[in-house]
Structures are given as C-alpha cells and as structure tokens.
C-alpha cells in the first residue's frame, strides 16, 4: 500500500504564503485522482482542494480556497503540491493528502500531516 508524507507547514501570520508538500511511495499518484485535507481542532476532515488523475479537473471545496490555493500535481515527481496564498487563521489546521476527488477513496495509507497555524 501507497505511504504519504506531508511536509511544509508553519506558523505563520495572516496574510502570509506556504507550499505544502506530498511525497508519496509505494503507490504512482498518476493512477489517481488525489487531493489535499485538512482537521481543525474539533472538526471533522474536509476536503480542501483536489486534481483528478490527468490534471485536467480540479476541484477546490470553497469559493475562499478556490481564490488563495492552488492544488498542483507532479506525477514524474510522485509528488503532490497545495500552494496557499493570503493564509487567514480560519485555515489553521493538520493538512494531509491523499486520493480522492469529492473525498475517498483512499487508496494510501494517510501520512503524518503537517500542520498550518496562522496567526491573525
């Protein structure tokens, strides 16, 4: 089975950039559609951004992502991205990826995450 590993999170204040980081093994992502969660504190996992397999549909969950975040896939690479400009602190949170387009399935064993705090 397909292991993860989420990288490039921080803390850092409102207003402010990140590119996470998804290295994946075991598993090509090109097979998959994949996409980027996140888990604020006492909430469920949702779904933040997704790509399917060829690159060629992209799905972002809200209007706010759609327009601060880019999901971008490096498939020689095995290697997923989520660029995240103009951070806000509604943001904060464990960010992991994996496959999927409108959530699931999950063909990868979920990775460590990594986590975004932002501070207003």
């Known amino acids: 089975q397909g292991q993860l590993d989420e990288s490039g999170g921080g803390l850092v204040q409102a207003g402010s950039s990140l590119r996470l980081s998804c290295a994946a093994s075991?598993?090509?992502?090109?097979?998959?559609?994949m996409a980027w969660y996140r888990q604020a504190p006492g909430n469920e996992l949702e779904i933040v951004a997704s790509i399917s397999w060829s690159g060629a549909n992209i799905n972002y969950a809200t209007y706010s992502v759609q327009h601060r975040f880019t999901i971008i896939r490096d498939n020689p690479t095995n290697t997923l991205y989520l660029q995240m400009n103009s951070l806000e602190p509604e943001d904060t949170a464990m960010y992991y990826c994996n496959s999927g387009y409108h959530g699931g399935p999950y063909y990868f064993t979920w990775g460590p995450g990594t986590q975004v705090t932002v501070s207003s």
């Open positions: 075991g598993r090509n992502i090109s097979d998959y559609n």
